[in-house]
Antibody, heavy 118, light 106 residues
Framework: QVTLKESGPGMLQPSKTLSLTCSFSGFSLSTSGMVVSWIRQPSGKSLEWLAAIDWDGDKYYNPSLKSRLTVSKDTSNTQVFLKITSVDIADTATYYC??????????WGQGTLVTVSS | EIVLTQSPTTTAASPGEKVTITCLASSSVSNMYWYQQKSGASPKLLIYSTSSLASGVPDRFSGSGSGTSYSLTINTMEAEDAATYYCQQWSSNPPTFGAGTKLELK
């Protein structure tokens, strides 16, 4: 059974760096074709893909946010991380991690709400 | 990036009624994905590769389309189908989502 769970700070101040963790089980990120993505959703709005890392360690970023994003994974391939620098109010959202083969978002975590506020 | 335009934005259907949601892409895409999101929950994959049902999805859901025009159809509306539906493409980077269609029970 594939499960993913996001964790984050809940709230942080503008200009700080947001660090998120996606902990997962039920699949191996070292399996050829597997990809873990980060996707966010402001309250009442649509979904925005942020970044992804694949089984080979290759990283992909949304060009609109690329300069602020860093995606990585741990050596045991059970966690994926996302850092967003210089956050502002517009980064307030629920952040999801999702996985699947190549371009598929087959499984999603429950999401973690991040509020940026002074 | 490819912009996906969904219509309608909001709609309502009675039980047993047929519902069709359209997704138009700003450039041609090779495949479309559809997700269902209920209030307070994560999105759930419904349709992949334009017309393939994800595991456990009732067969009253179907997807079709090609090029720049895609659709999701619910053959017979059920109360549990009330949700917001999103189309999504990853034929070109970055992957993008439509703005969503809110489906309500009439």
């Amino acid at each position: 059974q594939v499960t993913l769970k996001e964790s984050g700070p809940g709230m942080l101040q503008p200009s700080k760096t947001l660090s998120l963790t996606c902990s997962f089980s039920g699949f191996s990120l070292s399996t050829s074709g597997m990809v873990v993505s980060w996707i966010r959703q402001p309250s009442g709005k649509s979904l925005e893909w942020l970044a992804a890392i694949d089984w080979d360690g290759d990283k992909y970023y949304n060009p609109s946010l690329k300069s602020r994003l860093t995606v990585s994974k741990d050596t045991s391939n059970t966690q994926v991380f996302l850092k967003i620098t210089s956050v502002d109010i517009a980064d307030t959202a629920t952040y999801y991690c999702a996985t699947g083969y190549y371009t598929l978002f087959a499984y999603w975590g429950q999401g973690t709400l991040v509020t940026v506020s002074s | 990036e490819i912009v996906l335009t969904q219509s309608p934005t909001t709609t309502a259907a009675s039980p047993g009624e047929k519902v069709t949601i359209t997704c138009l892409a700003s450039s041609s895409v090779s495949n479309m994905y559809w997700y269902q999101q209920k209030s307070g929950a994560s999105p759930k994959l419904l349709i992949y590769s334009t017309s393939s049902l994800a595991s456990g999805v009732p067969d009253r859901f179907s997807g079709s389309g090609s090029g720049t025009s895609y659709s999701l159809t619910i053959n017979t509306m059920e109360a549990e189908d009330a949700a917001t539906y999103y189309c999504q493409q990853w034929s070109s980077n970055p992957p993008t989502f439509g703005a969503g269609t809110k489906l309500e029970l009439k």
